[in-house]
């Protein structure tokens, strides 16, 4: 079977991870969550309580190693040979990951990373720039959207399980923000690839988006 890259990008809670990780396993490709590692060095910049700027943090973006292993319980993110998997989804970092993902070093060192691990294709690789900029070649790209009302009450579910309680006017007003620094910033802001293929998750089960990214890679690798 062809080996493809597939490409899904969209803004927060649009759907993207789960997707991923479906189509990934379906297909028996590796799942790689580009945002993890964007997190785990805003993480490693909330540990070593540095100050935001670009300086600082490419000092720090030097001297640490990320790892994105995959396990039985999915991928996991090591960051400099520890497992934060969990603490990179605690509300600070993803209060800070847009200001420490819109530096041009940080978006440098990520980037190549990324492209070694999806080389030899098998990936489905999820983020804001994948198919614009990562993987401007890759076979299948998609861009997910959904209304800020689904994005919001999705995260609300999630957060919930983990044990944070936030009211939905709060996670609206976040996701706005973060969809605002993500889609303005100057360096590889989030938008749509002009070859990607845009889905509206806001009302289709996860089962019908996910199908609909399978039937147009098995359209490309060549199987029914
Ligand atoms: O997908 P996520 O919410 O875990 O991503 C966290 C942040 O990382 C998001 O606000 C934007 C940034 N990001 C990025 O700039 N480029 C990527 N390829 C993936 C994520």
């Given amino acids: 079977m062809k080996n493809i890259i597939i490409a899904i990008d969209g803004p927060a809670g649009s759907g993207k991870s789960t997707s991923a990780k479906i189509v990934a396993e379906k297909l028996g490709y590796i799942y790689i969550d580009t945002g993890a590692m964007y997190r785990a060095v805003t993480l490693a910049c909330i540990e070593a309580e540095i100050g935001i700027n670009d300086n600082e943090v490419a000092k720090l ?23 934060v998997s969990d603490d990179i989804r605690r509300p600070d970092v993803t209060k800070l990951v847009s200001p420490v993902s819109a530096m041009a070093y940080v978006r440098e060192k990520m980037v190549i990373q990324q492209r070694e691990m999806g080389l030899n294709g098998g990936v489905v690789m999820d983020g804001r720039d994948i198919g614009t900029v990562v993987f401007t070649n890759a ?25 944070f309680n936030y009211s ?22 989030l938008k749509r690839a002009d070859d990607a293929v ?27």
């Fill in 61 to 83: 973006v030097d001297g640490i190693r990320i790892d994105l292993v995959q396990s039985d319980l999915g991928q996991r993110t090591y960051l400099n040979g520890k497992d």
């Fill in 168 to 189: 939905l006017e709060e996670i609206i007003k976040q996701i706005s923000d973060r969809d605002i620094y993500d889609s303005s910033r100057e360096i590889s802001p």
């Fill in 198 to 224: 845009v889905i509206d998750t806001s009302n289709i089960s996860i089962q019908e988006q996910t199908q609909k990214i399978i039937d147009l890679a098995y359209q490309i690798i060549g199987v029914n």
């Fill in 139 to 163: 076979e299948l790209k998609i861009y997910l959207i959904a209304s800020i009302e689904a994005r919001a009450e999705r995260r609300l579910l999630e957060l919930k399980q983990k044990g």
